[in-house]
């Protein structure tokens, strides 16, 4: 049910001692013409003709959206709000194989920034895997959560491939045994591998994807990747020839 219009029972400057100036009322605000409401004004075209009926159906759907808001608020807790629901994905070729590869690379990577952790023999090799580990593990939460809205598997279509970029069980194996006079030149010359494949990755997504939110997140890649390879030749320039070891 709509208020009630407000009614003005005189108008300005009236009052003893002056005249009575005829009673007129104005709409209250919810009663409004749509265009006013949207902040337009007057129109006479044909589609601003229509524009009882396109208010009427506005005020219906906003009533069913609080209504929706009030029931959700009664059942949540205050001191915890419910989190909006993204929309789905509806994902195509070369979205799909980016993301997909993207997760696959990412949980490979994160293996080996664990071991350069724990085995680098040079404070800042441990410190700068350290730090990519703590910039992977929150990118790789975010691609699968596309993949979630994308209702993708979860399996893994890349396990066991060896394509450039990607750190394969063999490298992780390689890195395991390797003495640790040689530990930091091979992990950082695997770690430069997976970062310039994986620029090169975001790119071709950002050319040939089709989706927003996934060439956002490939943007986003690539922009990550170029400040970490500037960070590793930066640490690698005065202490590892990381390209005698070969790529």
Same mark, same amino acid.
């Given at each position: 049910?709509?208020?009630?219009?407000?009614?003005?029972?005189?108008?300005?400057?009236?009052?003893?001692?002056?005249?009575?100036?005829?009673?007129?009322?104005?709409?209250?605000?919810?009663?409004?013409?749509?265009?006013?409401?949207?902040?337009?004004?007057?129109?006479?075209?044909?589609?601003?003709? *229509? =524009?009882?009926?396109?208010?009427?159906?506005?005020?219906?759907?906003?009533? #069913?959206?609080?209504? /929706?808001? !009030? +029931?959700? &608020?009664?059942?949540?807790?205050?001191?915890?709000?419910?989190?909006?629901?993204?929309?789905?994905?509806?994902?195509?070729?070369?979205?799909?194989?980016?993301?997909?590869?993207?997760?696959?690379?990412?949980?490979?990577?994160?293996?080996?920034?664990?071991?350069?952790?724990?085995?680098?023999?040079?404070?800042?090799?441990?410190?700068?895997?350290?730090?990519?580990?703590?910039?992977?593990?929150?990118?790789?939460?975010?691609?699968?959560?596309?993949?979630?809205?994308?209702?993708?598997?979860?399996?893994?279509?890349? *396990? =066991?491939?060896?394509?450039?970029?990607?750190?394969?069980?063999?490298?992780? #194996?390689?890195?395991? /045994?390797? !003495? +640790?006079? &040689?530990?930091?030149?091979?992990?950082?010359?695997?770690?430069?591998?997976?970062?310039?494949?994986?620029?090169?990755?975001?790119?071709?997504?950002?050319?040939?994807?089709?989706?927003?939110?996934?060439?956002?997140?490939?943007?986003?890649?690539?922009?990550?990747?170029?400040?970490?390879?500037?960070?590793?030749?930066?640490?690698?320039?005065?202490?590892?020839?990381?390209?005698?070891?070969?790529?």
């Amino acid at each position: 049910m709509y208020p009630p219009r407000a009614t003005i029972l005189s108008g300005p400057g009236s009052g003893p001692g002056q005249p009575n100036r005829p009673r007129r009322t104005e709409p209250s605000p919810t009663t409004r013409p749509w265009h006013a409401a949207l902040g337009r004004g007057p129109s006479t075209t044909q589609s601003d003709k *229509k =524009g009882p009926f396109l208010f009427v159906g506005l005020v219906a759907v906003l009533s #069913a959206v609080l209504l /929706a808001g !009030a +029931a959700c &608020g009664q059942s949540a807790s205050p001191s915890a709000p419910a989190r909006p629901v993204a929309s789905p994905l509806l994902l195509q070729g070369a979205d799909v194989a980016w993301l997909q590869l993207m997760i696959s690379m990412d949980g490979q990577m994160i293996a080996l920034l664990e071991r350069g952790e724990r085995r680098g023999g040079d404070a800042a090799v441990r410190e700068l895997a350290a730090r990519l580990r703590g910039e992977h593990a929150p990118e790789l939460a975010r691609l699968v959560e596309l993949r979630t809205r994308a209702g993708l598997p979860t399996d893994d279509p890349h *396990k =066991g491939h060896d394509m450039p970029g990607m750190v394969t069980d063999a490298d992780l #194996a390689e890195v395991d /045994a390797a !003495a +640790a006079s &040689g530990f930091d030149a091979l992990f950082l010359t695997r770690v430069r591998e997976h970062l310039d494949q994986c620029v090169s990755l975001a790119k071709s997504e950002q050319q040939a994807g089709t989706d927003p939110a996934i060439r956002d997140a490939a943007a986003a890649v690539e922009r990550e990747r170029a400040a970490q390879r500037a960070e590793l030749d930066r640490v690698a320039k005065q202490r590892i020839d990381v390209s005698a070891t070969g790529a």
